[in-house]
């Protein structure tokens, strides 16, 4: 495990753009990309590299991490319509192979095992970013989820429901329940990303990387993998 310590976020955007770069240059990638605030800057400076120095993304796919439940896609709350204003409506990511879990299907169990076998069908996932909750939860695998888990849908705590609050018009409009890629599946791919910026992340940061692995700080799974990237900036690094 590398952890990349920036002074600010401009530059954990910036380093995260570089490796998606390069990824995306090599030729044809799946992305793995994830939604909340921690991966927003780093989307939009591979918006700029788009615009301005012609940094193509029309030979990559891409899958989202997880999806709400019962929240219909077009609400600007649903990761669907998430990642299509924050980052693909900006590149030319063919937005038909942007995929996501379907948290709509009447059948959500088996929605689950079809997406993660869309995952393993298309080849896997490149270069898979992630942000942390301040439970330490990645996707939406909240405390308690099995370090080998597969998607499948999840509960979330009164703690992730109420920092998500700020996305939604009230408190009681966040879903109770999503669909999420599970560790066993985000372990999968062949390089995981870790962003995480501000003081509010500094405790879930240093469980994860230096806590024991354990269920109880999912994120912690990331020390089983043998190609991690942590970048964080120097609050979010403060109790490392
Ligand atoms: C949500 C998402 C996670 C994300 C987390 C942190 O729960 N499902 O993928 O990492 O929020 O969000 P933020 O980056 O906004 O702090």
Redesign the pocket.
């Known amino acids: 495990m590398e952890v990349v310590i920036r002074p600010d976020v401009a530059e954990v955007d910036s380093v995260v753009a570089d490796v998606v770069e390069r990824v995306v240059r090599s030729g044809s990638c799946v992305l793995g990309l994830?939604?909340?605030?921690?991966?927003?800057g780093t989307y939009r400076e591979l918006a700029r590299r788009h615009r301005e120095n012609g940094l193509s993304f029309s030979g990559a796919r891409a899958f989202l991490?997880?999806e709400y439940v019962g929240l219909p896609k077009d609400q600007e709350q649903s990761?669907f319509s998430f990642i299509r204003a924050e980052f693909v409506d900006h590149v030319d990511l063919d937005p038909a192979v942007v995929e996501s879990p379907n948290g709509e299907a009447s059948d959500i169990a088996a929605e689950a095992i079809r997406y993660d076998r869309a995952i393993a069908e298309g080849g896997g996932v490149d270069v898979q970013l992630?942000?942390?909750?301040?439970d330490g939860?990645?996707?939406?695998n909240e405390p308690g989820s099995s370090l080998r888990s597969r998607t499948r849908v999840k509960t979330?705590t009164e703690q992730?429901r109420a920092?998500?609050a700020r996305f939604f018009d009230a408190p009681d409009a966040v879903p109770h329940h999503?669909l999420?890629q599970g560790l066993g599946t985000i372990l999968e791919a062949k390089h995981l990303i870790l962003?995480?910026t501000?003081e509010?992340?500094a405790d879930a940061v240093a469980a994860a990387v230096e806590g024991p692995l354990s269920a109880f700080c999912p994120a912690s799974v990331i020390q089983w993998h043998q190609h991690v990237s942590v970048v964080v900036d120097e609050a979010a690094a403060s109790k490392l």
């Open positions: 994830a939604t909340g605030s921690s991966p927003v991490l997880d990761y992630l942000g942390i909750g301040t939860h990645i996707g939406f979330l992730t920092d998500n999503v999420t962003i995480a501000g509010s992340k």
